[in-house]
């Protein structure tokens, strides 16, 4: 089973980093783990904690962001930026809920598949271990103020 607990690891990569594309099925997932899909971005700059954190409270087991090497971000340090976020280093960081062992950092050049896909693989196996990620449940509706009538339904 290539995914974690029948959850998908959401992958968000620069587009300079890890060349990807070929290994990438018609769904977004990489061929030899189904159950990881790939967005791409065109710096790891752009990742922002937020999408991170909307990953996993959608259900995603975990979340691997790929930049390229520390030093060698084409643009200046998209790459510095998104790891001292999720390091805590800089604002915006993950919020203090989510659990830091479902995301993971990668800094690789171009040619380093073969070290993304044993690395991915092995984050996979992590979350396995794991178990299923706990998710929030979603807010009941506030109750309405007293004196105030509820919302009416809407009819199909």
Known sequence: MADANNGKVITLVCERSVDLQDRIDENG????MPGVSVVKFPCSGMIQPLMVEAALKA???GV?????????????EGNKMIR????GERPPG????VDRRRVV????????VARFLSRAGEFVAQ???LGPAETAAPKPAP??????????????
Do not use: M, N
């Not at 001292?84 to 390091?87: G, P, Q, S, V, W």
């Open 94 to 97: 993950l919020k203090k809920t």
């Open 105 to 112: 950092g990668f800094w690789l050049a171009k040619p380093q």
């Open 29 to 32: 997932c990489l061929k030899e």
């Open 64 to 76: 691997i962001i790929c930049g390229c090497q520390i030093g060698d971000c084409y643009y200046r």
């Open 59 to 61: 259900g995603a087991s």
């Open 127 to 129: 979350l396995q271990q």
């Open 143 to 156: 109750k309405p103020a007293a004196g105030e009538k509820p919302p009416a339904a809407e009819s199909p």
């Open 84 to 87: 001292d976020r999720i390091l």
